[in-house]
């Protein structure tokens, strides 16, 4: 199967979504230090619901609409009873117990959400939600890209185009195992977007190849596990990407 793959972020793009996160933490902070924000929303705010929030704008500034919005509806599930407890007057009927009584209504949306995401590719043509093709099995383009996509499932690939151009990798409770050791790099930098959330990565890679990391972690890892030997350094391979509650290995 081919696919056409297009960059969904640089690495320039990235840094500049995580500096307007770090200044709106900044300037969230200040403003409850002056008394600008309301102190009850504190508790709100700079919660662990919240980091759900910010995956969400991670998720749909990458075009990855279905995974935007499944986190998105998740933080906000989990952010009603803090609000609830901030502005009791506002939210009746919601108390402490809201999550655990209504947990498996956010469960029946979130698969709601996953089906339409999933018909809605395949009425495209494309895959998950037009961008991320949903496949099972290995993904070897002309191009020498790759582009793959797995959702409560798992992947073993090996990629067998002379040369590697990079491409695209997303696990979402899922795993994912792609073998570069029949191809190779061209000179300069090649990029490949690693996403994982509640998934895994492995990619197994010749022990000559220079690896660079550049991967933002949430309670995940990657780790290489290759005995590295002479390395090319005209040639560069480069993984981008987030990984949360997941981890990739190289080997």
């Not at 409560?152 to 997303?170: A, K, T, Y």
């Not at 005209?234 to 990984?243: E, P, V």
């Amino acid at each position: 199967m081919e696919t056409e793959f297009k960059p969904k972020q640089s690495p320039k793009a990235q840094g500049i979504i995580f500096g307007i996160l770090l200044i709106l933490a900044g300037l969230l902070f200040l403003s409850f230090n002056f008394g600008w924000i309301d102190s009850a929303l504190k508790s709100v705010i700079f919660s662990w619901p919240m980091l759900f929030i910010v995956f969400s704008i991670m998720s749909f500034s990458k075009k990855d609409y279905a995974f935007g919005s499944v986190w998105l509806i998740a933080g906000l599930f989990f952010l009603l009873p803090r609000l609830s407890a901030a502005y009791p007057g506002y939210f009746t009927g919601i108390d402490s117990d809201f999550t655990r009584v209504y947990w498996p209504l956010l469960l029946i949306i979130v698969g709601i959400v996953i089906v339409f995401s999933v018909l809605s590719g395949k009425n495209r043509k494309g895959g998950f939600c037009g961008h991320h093709p949903m496949q099972t099995q290995s993904t070897e383009n002309s191009d020498g890209v790759i582009n793959k996509s797995v959702t409560f499932g798992g992947s073993e690939s090996i990629f067998l185009d002379p040369v590697f151009n990079g491409g695209n990798i997303s696990a979402v409770f899922g795993g994912v195992v792609l073998d570069l050791r029949k191809t190779s790099l061209p000179e300069g930098e090649t990029y490949l977007d690693i996403y994982a959330v509640f998934g895994g990565v492995e990619l197994y890679i010749p022990d000559n190849w220079l690896v660079e990391t550049k991967i933002q972690t949430v309670l995940g890892g990657v780790e290489d596990k290759r005995f590295i030997s002479q390395t090319d350094h005209s040639r560069k391979l480069i993984l981008l990407g987030n990984l949360t509650f997941g981890g990739c290995s190289i080997h």
